[in-house]
């Protein structure tokens, strides 16, 4: 029994000291070299900035299936014609405007340039109407800009503020007409007054109007984000369509000189322009849906024994485009350092597996969309079709921005922030701290796990749709640069020796995971 016992433990020894082996050796395939390349391509100019479901992005999509293919990967998304591939197809529905202007005597004026919306003004059909300016728009019982001035189903045009008034002879109080609620007070006077639009005549100059135009529309584009379902709501909009125009827009639109404007501003008459011809405008500001055909790619890896225990490793291979001024948002680190560690995380896997050596667990390699868009395709795959049961995948280790540093670790590149390790499965947590332990031995920064961080990243990377289904989750990180979500996160900027540092740790925690003998236990509720 004692010799038998002896052997028992000799071969369990061997086997660890084996394993040990396999996991450096393997662990030795990833290259700096080989993220560089990889890189270099998702995140060159010709990809235009991956934005979600755009030409660039699908090139992508179709650099990662390929790579996916030459390692033999297992196609398991159902297509159209019955088989499966490696691309899961959905459309996502884009709100926003899709066609806006104004025309002034045949000439067509641009949208965010010379005048923009307040609120989300949508006018579906071109419009032909009336313009009567109304001086600063402003009717109480002191004072009223109305009198005399028919304006039912017309456009009133008038003036950013209240009258030049320092001796206070018009009794006006400045603040109640000025700002935002100055402009919504006149709107709401104007739809009393039976008025169809309103157009405000901003006080800025030329150059400060350009920088409000493109302020208004960053703004304004947060409600064009992109939805996996259609609005039920529709097309919702202001109730009295509101535009701001620039000074020269308002001296098209009133047929008249700039220094004429200046002059009734200067003046408490009220008189001079509002002697002027009646004028006529075109206009159209239609917001709409879109659909935008996108998709997640994944490549599965069929374990050994305990094949329908599933190790999800994803990243989001998208990123935000073009901006109006042409610069490309290339997205090196974000996305581009995750989506290069899996697909040498999953090369690694497949040389392991190819020398008989693979997991004894499934992995399933998972590249999502729309992440930039709100977490869209990590949620469709949890939400709506999830290709592997939920109930057999055993957690999610999640890769988003792992190439650069930031501030706080200008010092000490060797470091990844780790967070959500212990939110859902205590031996997650430990598995990670002893992965690190064993290969690279960085700072594991917890600051960011913290309930109580602001920033809140736990929510804000595609691992978080998994955890909201009570699967474990690792989410790798390094923090927000200076170049973050800027035309200038370049490959250039990459680390790579400290970002294969980042790989090789998470090569060894996948590689615990997925041959460990029991499963993972969820065994806390820190979320």
Not at 10 to 16: R, S
């Amino acid at each position: 029994m004692k010799q038998l016992s002896l052997s028992v433990f000799a071969l369990l020894v061997l086997n660890g000291f084996n394993s040990q082996a396999q996991v450096e050796k393997y662990a030795e395939t990833l290259k700096e070299d080989d993220l560089k390349r990889h890189l270099t391509y998702i995140s060159s100019d010709e990809m235009e900035g991956r934005d979600t479901g755009s030409k660039g992005q699908k090139k992508v999509g179709q650099y990662i299936e390929s790579h996916f293919k030459a390692l033999d990967l297992k196609p398991i998304a159902p297509q159209k014609d019955g088989s499966l591939g490696y691309q899961q197809y959905f459309n996502l529905y884009k709100s926003g405007w899709k066609e806006s202007y104004v025309i002034i005597n045949g000439k067509k004026k641009v949208f965010f340039k010379d005048y923009y919306p307040v609120g989300l003004v949508n006018i579906p059909e071109e419009k032909a109407i009336e313009t009567v300016f109304v001086g600063y728009g402003i009717k109480n019982e002191n004072y009223n800009d109305y009198k005399g001035l028919k304006v039912k189903d017309k456009a009133v045009i008038f003036l950013e503020g209240s009258p030049n008034d320092p001796t206070n002879k018009l009794k006006l109080t400045a603040s109640d007409w000025t700002g935002t609620n100055g402009t919504k007070q006149k709107a709401k006077i104007a739809e009393l007054m039976g008025a169809s639009f309103v157009f405000e005549v901003s006080a800025a100059e030329a150059e400060k109007f350009k920088t409000l135009g493109a302020e208004r529309k960053a703004v304004l584009s947060r409600f064009n984000r992109m939805a996996l379902k259609q609005s039920e709501k529709g097309n919702e909009a202001t109730p009295m369509p509101t535009f701001v125009i620039s000074e020269e827009m308002a001296v098209q639109m009133l047929d008249t000189k700039l220094k004429n404007l200046t002059k009734y501003k200067e003046s408490l008459s009220l008189k001079t322009l509002k002697s002027k011809k009646k004028t006529s405008i075109k206009i159209k500001s239609e917001r709409g849906e879109d659909l935008v055909e996108t998709s997640n790619i994944m490549g599965f890896m069929e374990g050994t024994d305990q094949k329908d225990e599933v190790i999800v490793v994803s990243a989001h291979y998208d990123h935000v485009g073009i901006d109006d001024k042409g610069q490309i948002y290339n997205g090196a680190d974000d996305d581009g350092s995750g989506t290069t560690a899996v697909l040498e995380l999953a090369e690694a896997f497949a040389k392991a597996k190819a020398d008989g050596n693979g997991p004894k667990r499934s992995i399933l390699f998972l590249l999502v969309t729309g992440e930039e868009k709100g977490l869209l395709g990590s949620r469709y795959f949890t939400d709506v079709d999830p290709i592997v049961p939920l109930n057999k995948i055993m957690c999610d280790i999640n890769i988003d921005m792992i190439g650069r540093i930031d501030k706080k670790h200008a010092n000490n590149e060797n470091y990844v922030y780790v967070i959500g390790s212990d939110k859902l499965s205590s031996e997650l947590h430990q598995i990670s701290e002893e992965a690190n332990k064993k290969s690279m031995n960085l700072e594991l920064d917890y600051e960011f796990n913290d309930p109580k961080d602001p920033n809140r990243f736990y929510y804000r990377s595609d691992h978080y749709n998994f955890a909201k289904n009570n699967i474990p989750v690792v989410f790798y990180f390094t923090g927000v640069h200076e170049d973050y979500h800027k035309p200038t996160d370049d490959v250039e900027k990459i680390m790579f020796p400290k970002y294969n540092k980042i790989v090789k740790v998470i090569f060894y925690t996948i590689w615990d995971l997925g041959n460990r003998t029991k499963k993972i236990v969820v065994d806390s509720n820190k979320q």
